[in-house]
Nanobody, 124 residues
Framework: QVQLVESGGGLVQAGGSLRLSCTAS????????MSWFRQAPGKEREFVAA????????NYADSVKGRFTVSRDNVKNTVYLQMNTLKPEDTAVYYC?????????????????WGQGTQVTVSS
């Protein structure tokens, strides 16, 4: 029943930008912390960013801090990930996730609902 639908992935050159979107069918979107994870081929799923239900708090992995910005629109039930100054090492499948947790939750097991993922490829 619960579904998270992602969009915005694609192929970009190093230094470029992308904005990912994730729209959730959650009955009550506002109470959920929303997060972004990524997984590169042969690697473990990695925390990227999280935003609190109200949008007042956020958390970022050190590898993306200063380059990525997470935001949300609770009217549209949508969370965004603005990715700037992309690097080849950002190449991965990006997943959005929802959970009744805090933005300090960086482990995938803390989140209950997941999108299907969207591919981001950064060429050098």
């Amino acid at each position: 029943q619960v579904q998270l639908v992602e969009s915005g992935g694609g192929l970009v050159q190093a230094g470029g930008s992308l904005r990912l979107s994730c729209t959730a069918s959650l009955r009550t979107f506002n109470p959920y912390t929303m997060s972004w994870f990524r997984q590169a081929p042969g690697k473990e799923r990695e925390f990227v960013a999280a935003i609190s239900g109200s949008g007042s708090a956020s958390n970022y992995a050190d590898s993306v801090k200063g380059r990525f910005t997470v935001s949300r629109d609770n009217v549209k039930n949508t969370v965004y990930l603005q990715m700037n100054t992309l690097k080849p090492e950002d190449t991965a499948v990006y997943y959005c996730a929802a959970g009744r947790t805090t933005v300090q939750a960086t482990e995938a097991t803390r989140y209950n609902y997941w999108g299907q993922g969207t591919q981001v490829t950064v060429s050098s």
